[in-house]
């Protein structure tokens, strides 16, 4: 990558920010943040990068923020190349199999597709030597002045940064400090869903095998890496389990209580939840604000505008999201930086949350007649050509951010 080139920045102390979380959003933040003459240091609680992880998206838009960032075309070599997208009845036999982009919406020889791990680990390479991490660690107390945000972290000790960037996910922290509790921004979906590896004893490669009875869905995806194989049990259910969020045993057990009496290779499926000691468990929902900041402190990727999995654009979002807060701020006071963010990126974020409904969702129906009705689609979706993306994904025009006012880096 190229460095950021310190020495045609003034010799006056740099703004300090504080990022809280390394994972997308976070990364992407802090590579173009040092770029633009910032000090930023990265708070992640995980104690290293988080590896491994189920297969992500990066479509449209959020290309051009990797081909900016030099990571592309070593990204490419990580493509997974999914081929092939099989549904099945609830005794296990085949309604259609289609290429994935015909649902997805994803181009062939366009769009990437790679572990989420391969992600982070490509986006945290690109920046560990000139970015201060703490790993192990969070942030305890936010306390806004004038003059800049007084932390302090649950690992002991205090610092104060001019600015704070949440980049801590859907169930942001950060966002609970400064906005408030999570309810007021949390719109539920309707779904559950756990994911986690096992081994794939089915021969599988490259594709996803999904099974459907009303309400219910258990995807197996192999990504053709050795082994790997990334089982995905979804379930509708009115009311989010509130209870069952804190409590992985709880999670395990309302899991397999929901497809207690299911067929295909379900049963097997829930005795590898049992053993997996990667099981993710949430609600499928989307985190709507009507505000991405306040005072010294915004927000960014799913922390502010999680679209959820339904839309398959949440790692996408992250990576242009934190692309333009950035870059807002590059030339201009937080005040100005925060605003043009906000401006020019809510349209983009509106639209790709709009995309539930279109893509996913209409992939888990509740009832047996709409099971019926998406099966008859399906099947004719399979002798229709792969897509050719949605306009959503690409609806918003990267600017190029440059800096003109070098004492706006002064710190303030
Ligand atoms: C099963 C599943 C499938 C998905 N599939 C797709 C897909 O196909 N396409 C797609 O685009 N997206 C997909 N997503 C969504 C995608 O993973 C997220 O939208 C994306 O990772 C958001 O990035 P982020 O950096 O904003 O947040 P996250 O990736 O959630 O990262 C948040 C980081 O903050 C850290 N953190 C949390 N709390 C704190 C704290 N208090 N202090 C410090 N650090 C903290 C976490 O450890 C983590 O490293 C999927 C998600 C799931 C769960």
Redesign the pocket.
Known sequence: MTRTDHASLPAVPRRTVLV???????PVLAFWLTRYGYAVTV????SAP?SGG?????RGTALEVLRRMGLLSRLRDAHIDLRRLTFLRGDGSQVASIHPHTVTGGVAGRDLEVR?GDLADALYTAIRDDVEFVFDD??HTLDQSGDGVDVTFHGGGSRTFDLVLG????????RDMVFGPEEQFHRYLGYC?A?FTMRNTFGLSHETVMWNTPGRAAALYATGHGDELHA?LNFARPEPPFDAFPDPGAQRDLVAAVFADAGWEVPGILAAMREADDV?F?AVSQIRMPRWHRGRVAL????AY??S?LT???????LVGAYMLAGSLADADHAEGFAAYERDTREFVAANQGLVGEGGATLFPTTVAALEQRNDRLRKLSDMPAAQGRPEHSALTLPTFTITNPTQHAHR
């Open positions: 809280s979380g390394a994972s997308i959003a976070g708070v992640e609680k995980a988080r189920y297969p992500v998206d990066v989420r969070s942030i980049a801590d996910g859907m169930h942001s922290r950060t869903f994911v995905f993710f949430d960014a990727g799913d922390a999680a679209p999995f398959g654009q949440g790692t996408s979002l992250a």
